[in-house]
């Protein structure tokens, strides 16, 4: 009888796991979103593709759980990858370890370069709990360093990216527009 309860339950409460394929469709489908995320992290571009590379892969080869929980668990991966390229808790501070990404320096584009060219563990920080989202305490985390090294960082960050010229605002549509693709993707998957 007991048996015959655990498999009604069982069957009623199916386990929504993620499947390769499902990764791979999901990184093809945040492709811009997830590069993006790779390149201000890392503020070069090859490292950049590394990043998100090694990120696809390790998605595929790793156990996600959930596919409703596949494109957190990439943006985790990816940004775990990143630190491991860059270090930022470590890197030297008046130093810049990576060739900063120039472009038009308008609008979305002074934005990007703005932070791209903050120091590793400012850009970490203001990407990873401002743009993604993730308490201090867990960027704390991944960043191997104190909650306070994160929230002075981030507040530098805040400080640099807005003294581009273009209002906070800008770094707020900046954000939701980094955002957009999930949301658009989890209306698909509806």
Request: glycine content about 4%.
């Amino acid at each position: 009888m007991f048996q015959m309860i655990k498999d009604r339950v069982a069957s009623e409460h199916e386990i929504d796991a993620a499947t390769c394929e499902e990764i791979r469709r999901m990184f093809t489908d945040e492709v811009t979103s997830l590069h993006l995320l790779a390149l201000l992290l890392t503020a070069d571009q090859m490292k950049a593709e590394q990043c998100f590379v090694g990120g696809l892969e390790d998605c595929v080869q790793g156990n996600t759980g959930f596919s409703t929980w596949a494109r957190a668990w990439a943006v985790r991966t990816i940004i775990k990858n990143a630190v491991e390229m860059i270090s930022p808790a470590s890197a030297q501070s008046g130093t810049q370890t990576t060739s900063p990404i120039h472009g038009s320096e308008s609008g979305i584009s002074a934005v990007i370069a703005s932070i791209t060219e903050l120091e590793p563990l400012e850009r970490f920080a203001f990407v990873i709990s401002v743009l993604e989202g993730y308490p201090v305490s867990d960027c704390a985390t991944l960043l191997h360093c104190s909650a306070d090294d994160v929230v002075d960082a981030r507040s530098r960050a805040l400080e640099a990216v807005t003294a581009t010229g273009d209002s906070y605002i800008t770094a707020i549509t900046f954000a939701k527009a980094c955002s957009a693709p999930r949301s658009l993707s989890m209306a698909r998957a509806r």
